[in-house]
Each structure stands twice: as C-alpha cells, then as structure tokens.
C-alpha cells in the first residue's frame, strides 16, 4: 500500500540557512520545528527529506560530510520522537567548478527527480503527499510530483529565483503553520483539488551516489 509522505526541504525549512550548512556546529533546528513534525507524524505521514547541495558541486565540502550531518539531522529529530525516514539530495549543479558534479540532473530541484525517485524506492502516495520548502524551487518541484506544495516564510522565504514562478497551494508563516494547515486538510477531507477553504496566509523543501 503506498503512504502519503510529507517532503521536507532542509535548509531554510528545518535548520537555520547559514550559508551551506555541514557542519555539526552549523545544525540549528528553526523554532517549532520538533512539534510540527510530531503533530504530522502523528497523522500518519512519513518524512522524507529533498534537498538540493550545490555545495558540494561547487567544492565547499563533500558527500561524506554531507552525509555525516544528515545523520545528525536525523538522529537529532529521532531523539525528540520524530523519524526522518530517508534522506534524498542533488549535489549536482549546471554551473559546477568541479567537473564529476556538472550537469543539469534531473534530481535538481525544480524538477521533480528526488521526489519521483523517492515514491518509487519507498511506495509514497505523491497525490496524497505535500512538499514543504522556502523557495520556489521547492514548489515547483512538487507540483511537478503532483503533490500539494506549501511556501514557508522562512529561511529565503520565496525570495531569490528570479527566473521562476510559483503559486503554492498555501502560504506559511512557518512548519507549525504548515502543519496547522495540513491537519484541517485531513481532518476536513478536502478534495486535493479545492483549497480555497485554506486561503494563503499573509506574509508577517540519498540520491547521492545517482547519477543523471
């Protein structure tokens, strides 16, 4: 049976953006974060984390390290009752200044490749699923994945990316918010199609080792 996941960006959206974090000293969890995360669980939701690295491409630290801090990130959550059940990334980049990592991947968001190859690997429902980021990178990429896409005011906040345009399903203040909202979705069954119900707040989302 597949299962509705909620998608979640990293940076920006779960800890502090402070400029390519990856280091211990660089994982600060935002405010409200654990127990958004636990009243999403608590609805059943599996998370799955997609996160675009382009700095690795760009050589400011490499796969292993970004991989010794998601497993921080994880057990630093599983601590607080809360399980991040997979870890997906792009450390590719178009414009990358080391070569192994330059292309234009499928992976990178906005394109949907994380979240598709996610769903595929792990059974995840995406018309059920949500994709929670800051950027518009992040809700392009879900709607991409035909899942429903929040904005959150956090980290870049939808600012940045001049080239894209994006209309998320719902605007948040921040992941409680999201969570907030996702909770009166379930709760009212509304169609996946019907938001307007939940109009958008005023302003106050493993791979590595895949190759394209």
């Known amino acids: 049976m597949k299962r509705p996941a909620i998608f979640l960006d990293r940076d920006g959206t779960l800890i502090e953006d402070v ?19 636990q009243e999403l669980q608590a609805l059943g ?14 050589g400011y630290f490499d796969e ?6 998601h497993a921080l990130l994880g057990e630093r959550l599983e601590a607080a009752g809360v399980r991040i059940e997979a870890f997906y990334d792009c450390p590719f980049h178009p414009e990358a200044s080391v070569a192994a990592y330059r292309c234009d991947s499928p992976l990178r968001k906005p ?15 995406l018309a059920n699923s949500y ?8 809700v392009l990429a879900g709607q991409a994945a035909t899942c ?6 956090t980290g870049k906040a939808g600012t940045g990316e001049p ?3 994006a209309q998320p399903d719902f605007v948040a203040t921040d992941l409680a918010t999201a969570a907030e909202w996702i909770s009166a ?28």
């Open 148 to 153: 429903r896409s929040i904005l959150v005011q």
């Open 185 to 212: 979705m379930c709760e009212n069954g509304i169609p996946r199609s019907d938001t307007t119900a939940y109009p958008a707040s005023p302003k106050s989302g493993h791979s590595a080792g895949v190759r394209p």
């Open 111 to 125: 394109k949907p490749g994380m979240l598709l190859l996610a769903a595929e690997e792990r059974s995840l429902d």
């Open 45 to 58: 939701f599996v998370f799955v984390v997609v996160t675009n690295q382009s700095g690795i491409a760009r």
């Open 163 to 165: 080239e894209l345009a």
């Open 64 to 69: 292993d390290q970004m991989h010794a801090f």
């Open 131 to 138: 994709v929670i980021g800051d950027k518009k990178s992040d």
């Open 19 to 37: 400029g390519y974090p990856h280091r211990p000293a660089d994982l600060r969890l935002l405010a409200g974060v654990v127990p958004a995360l």
